[in-house]
């Protein structure tokens, strides 16, 4: 269950750098606010997908050594 919480955590501190970083290229108009928001919408959907795939894969573990 470790594992569902600290990959996520890290992407997500990954994410905010990067989109701190990329500000300025918006701002300036380089970046398009589709291409801005939406990738960031993207990635945190994925790494809350990622999230819980992971915590169903740690219960089903948990679930399978139990039976053993």
Known sequence: MKRAIIIPAILSVYLIV????GWPSY??????ALLYFGGTAICLLC????HFNLKRSAIRRKKGKENQ
């Open 18 to 21: 990067m989109v701190v970083l």
């Open 27 to 32: 701002v300036s108009g380089a970046t398009s």
């Open 47 to 50: 790494i809350v997908l990622l």
